[in-house]
């Protein structure tokens, strides 16, 4: 029964490439639709409250899939799929790392957080130590991680679109940063809120029915895909040590996505959209939820690709496999099926990097404009109108950002991304919370340790120096530097700490534990 299943899964040619209508269509009702809910949105934002936080009105269930929205990039929905699909086992490394980032948010930040801070990570991070300098080096650890991330957001939907419609580069990049500038200029966090729940009500339902065709295949027995796995690729596509084979290199990489989850300016910044510490703790339950059940559904698709549509016809198209998902949408649902799996990768997109833009612009404003040039005294209406003039001033630079990275190899930047914001953001925040001696010049000398190690590393490390510069070998040998930086970044911060005391700070502890744990005082 196999071999005529595998027999059946060659390959027909794909239309990727070539303007789809399906995928056209739908991506213009998307925009339409998510245009009228910024203009809806638009009418409710008035305050800093509702620009920055929606009001503090959102549902812990409807912040909860917002939440996984924000997470689900198309970097996972394509990326990991296309990993399995051609590295078999070891693309689970990238989906638990992911994953198990979620309950450690759960546990350590997400009440601390909400209790705790007003807009941005900042808020939590200097609670109890002197604001400038926490605000400054704070901002400049936000923007780089929020800067990495825009890149490789922008440089992949241009490519992305190109591959899909068959549109301009060029185009696509316009596109992307115009949309995304008026979702977050005149909607705020409520509409961005929203364009996330729709995209991830979308993504979750597409993935299904894809994974649910898949399996028609297989008699709905998982077992009976893994078996054709094996046959037609051997035991081994079932087994770690496929893609990465340094127990270290994987270390750093788990560590890197784990706790780089709870150092993402634009996920930490949800946790101010919902009215107490309780909902902070449903919103992060439900994502847990719904963010398993996506990266279950990626791990199904990438083994069905490698089944149905074979690793060479996948790599023919894509050498790193973030075709995958869509070659296995377009052989099991035809071209239509494709169109509407393609609309919705490019919506995935779109909303995660106006979540970004939203993280950033509060950033700018509320830490650096606010808290660093005024010295903290500053009216709503200035404030506001500075997030929208940085909201204007992200959106033309994401879109030069697209431009001039056009063809490079950026899929690093996401890797770097969630490397300083595991070791220039989490360990500073986590130490605030709940060490009594952390001070001001530990929590600088942490994030600025955390940030330029993580810089340095990457750039000698193999993922740039051999797979960019060409070198036959990289002076620093993990393709991940977190396992260094990070722990780097919680020595220094430790270490500054305990030689510089800060008795301000340590008398100040005890009502911030008030406030983190009974919500004492929280907005």
Not at 36 to 61: D, H, L, M, Q, V
Not at 310 to 336: F, H, R, V, Y
Not at 364 to 371: E, N
Not at 426 to 454: E, N, Y
Request: aromatic letters at 12%; charged letters at 10%; a positive charge.
């Amino acid at each position: 029964m196999l071999l005529s299943l595998l027999l059946q899964a060659s390959p027909s040619a794909s239309t990727l490439g070539t303007a789809n209508p399906v995928s056209i269509g739908m991506f213009f009702l998307f925009v339409a639709v998510t245009l009228y809910i910024t203009y809806w949105a638009a009418k409710k934002t008035k305050t800093g409250s509702e620009f920055y936080a929606a009001g503090r009105n959102i549902s812990g269930f409807q912040n909860g899939l917002a939440l996984a929205g924000d997470y689900m990039s198309a970097a996972s929905f394509l990326g990991i799929a296309g990993m399995v699909a051609t590295k078999g086992y070891d693309g689970l490394i990238y989906s638990i790392g992911f994953l198990v980032g979620w309950p450690l948010i759960m546990f350590l930040i997400a009440e601390p957080l909400r209790n705790l801070g007003k807009y941005t990570f900042a808020d939590v991070v200097a609670f109890r130590l002197r604001q400038r300098p926490i605000r400054i080096v704070s901002s400049v650890g936000s923007l780089m991680t929020i800067a990495f991330y825009l890149i490789a957001q922008m440089v992949g939907a241009g490519g992305l679109i190109k591959t899909l419609f068959g549109l301009d580069y060029e185009i696509a990049v316009l596109v992307v940063g115009c949309v995304m500038t008026l979702y977050v200029l005149f909607g705020g966090m409520i509409a961005t809120t929203w364009v996330q729940i729709i995209k991830a009500v979308l993504l979750l339902s597409g993935a299904t029915v894809l994974v649910l065709l898949s399996l028609a295949k297989f008699d709905f027995r998982p077992s009976f895909l893994l078996e054709a796995v094996s046959t037609q690729y051997g035991q081994e596509m079932l087994a770690p040590g496929g893609y990465i084979t340094n127990p270290f290199d994987a270390l750093s990489l788990g560590l890197a996505l784990m706790l780089g989850t709870a150092g993402l300016p634009h996920i930490l910044m949800r946790f101010y959209t919902v009215p107490d510490a309780k909902a902070a703790r449903k919103s992060v339950f439900v994502a847990t939820g719904f963010i398993g059940y996506f990266y279950l559904l990626t791990f199904l698709i990438g083994f069905s690709a490698m089944a149905l549509v074979g690793k060479p016809a996948i790599e023919s198209i894509d050498k790193g496999g973030n075709m995958a998902a869509l070659l296995l949408a377009e052989q099991t649902g035809g071209t239509a099926f494709l169109g509407f799996i393609a609309a919705v990768a490019f919506a995935t997109i779109l909303a995660v990097v106006a979540g970004l833009t939203l993280s950033g612009a509060s950033s700018i404003s509320h830490d650096l404009y606010v808290h660093v040039f005024k010295n903290g005294v500053s009216n709503e209406k200035g404030e506001m109108k500075v997030a929208k003039r940085a909201t204007v001033a992200l959106g033309i630079l994401s879109i030069i950002l697209g431009l001039v990275f056009k063809g490079q190899n950026v899929a690093f930047m996401v890797g770097l991304a969630f490397s300083i914001a595991a070791s220039a953001n989490f360990p500073a925040l986590l130490m605030s919370i709940i060490w009594k001696r952390f001070t001001t010049k530990g929590a600088v000398w942490s994030i600025a340790t955390g940030a330029a190690l993580s810089l340095i590393l990457i750039v000698l490390s193999p993922t740039i120096m051999v797979d960019i510069m060409g070198y036959e070998e990289a002076i620093f040998p993990l393709k991940n530097p977190a396992l260094v930086s990070m722990s780097g970044a919680f020595l220094m911060g430790i270490v500054v700490s305990l030689l510089q005391p800060e008795e301000s700070a340590a008398l100040k502890f005890e009502s911030e534990k008030l406030r983190t744990y009974l919500g004492v005082g929280a907005e």
